[in-house]
Nanobody, 115 residues
Framework: VQLQASGGGLVQAGGSLRLSCAASGSILNPNTMRWYRQAPGKERELVAGISRGGVTNYAESVKGRFTISRDTAKNTVYLQMNSLKPEDTGVYYC??????????WGQGTLVTVSS
């Protein structure tokens, strides 16, 4: 499985970005798809996740600002990020989860929010 993330960039505080992550390969339709981020000098943290059935979960720090969605037919997950803050800066990684703990990671896309 390959995960291709895109959509990162430089944005001013208060702005918006939409990240995309497309899955391809011989094993498709993951059970869960998630977005993580890693800020400079910090550990990677979970930002948002969505199950195959559409159940979502978010980190407290992004609730009400970020929305995760999924196009199962396209094997793509999106992260709409609004009201961005400088502390949202980091490399965002998508993750696909399969049964028995199998996971795949994308290459990451950099989001930089300037104050």
């Amino acid at each position: 499985v390959q995960l291709q993330a895109s959509g990162g960039g430089l944005v001013q505080a208060g702005g918006s970005l939409r990240l995309s992550c497309a899955a391809s390969g011989s094993i498709l339709n993951p059970n869960t798809m998630r977005w993580y981020r890693q800020a400079p000098g910090k550990e990677r943290e979970l930002v948002a996740g969505i199950s195959r059935g559409g159940v979502t979960n978010y980190a407290e720090s992004v609730k009400g600002r970020f929305t995760i969605s999924r196009d199962t037919a396209k094997n793509t997950v999106y992260l709409q990020m609004n009201s961005l803050k400088p502390e949202d800066t980091g490399v965002y990684y998508c993750n696909a989860g399969f049964p028995r703990g199998v996971e795949y990671w994308g290459q990451g896309t950099l989001v930089t929010v300037s104050s």
